[in-house]
């Protein structure tokens, strides 16, 4: 157990922590550096690393990913064995995307859908193992309402976005921001209460993981 609040990690606990994340292969290698380049927010290594073994962990078959970009995260669940239905509103990054998964040898595996995250969503079938959110914060607590009857595990990143979501005092939120923070705030709240049993990982930006409970389907 943490001896205090203030212990759960510190820096030279994430540095240890990233070091053990296992070297990326050449693909993943090359993704990053584009992503860096254009500034693109794909999933860090470590959240990448935990996806995968949450999947092989749950033996997750089918997986709902809201968010693409250009498909890293959805290529690491591929290549842990499950199908990844994955939804991009960006027309581009579905092709980069798509060109990626062909590149892994994963077409086949991935499935990318373009469109607005909500309205895809919407229309899905209720037979995910698992959903990965990485999309728009605003909007979090929303996709997890559609994700509740599609998905009984959810994992999401950037649930402490910065730190702002820790905040106490608001007045020090630029404002351009609040919108998110209470999204995510609202987001934290429901993965935390019934029919969700659910908990922060602090690495990464932070990352959400959520089990929904049996009871009542």
């Keep these: 157990m943490k001896h205090s609040d203030d212990d759960i990690i510190h820096e030279i606990q994430a540095k240890y922590v990233t070091s053990l994340v296992p070297p990326r292969d050449a693909l ?8 860096a380049t254009r500034r693109e ?3 860090d290594p470590e959240v990448a690393t935990l996806l995968a073994t949450l999947v092989m962990m749950t033996g997750a078959k089918r997986v709902v990913e809201v968010g693409t970009n250009i498909g890293y995260g959805a290529i690491v669940m591929a290549r842990a064995g499950a199908y990844v239905v994955t939804i991009e509103k960006s027309p581009e990054l579905c092709e980069m ?4 998964a062909k590149e892994a040898g994963l077409a086949s595996q991935i499935d990318v859908r373009q469109g607005d995250a909500l309205e895809v969503l919407a229309s899905l079938p209720n037979d995910f193992d698992l959903a990965y959110v990485d999309c728009v914060k605003e909007d ?6 559609l994700l509740e009857p599609r998905a009984r595990i959810v994992v999401a990143d950037n649930v402490l976005w910065r730190g702002l979501v820790a905040l106490k005092d608001d007045k020090d939120m630029p404002e351009t921001e609040y919108a998110r923070v209470l999204g995510l705030r609202a987001f934290n709240k429901a993965i935390t209460s019934p029919p969700w049993n659910g908990v922060i990982l602090p690495f990464g930006d932070g990352v959400a993981l959520a089990v929904r409970s049996r009871l009542g389907g």
């Design 28 to 35: 993943l290698s090359k993704m990053e550096a584009l992503a």
């Design 41 to 43: 927010p794909i999933s």
């Design 140 to 145: 979090y607590p929303r996709y997890l309402e």
């Design 97 to 100: 995307a798509r060109g990626f």
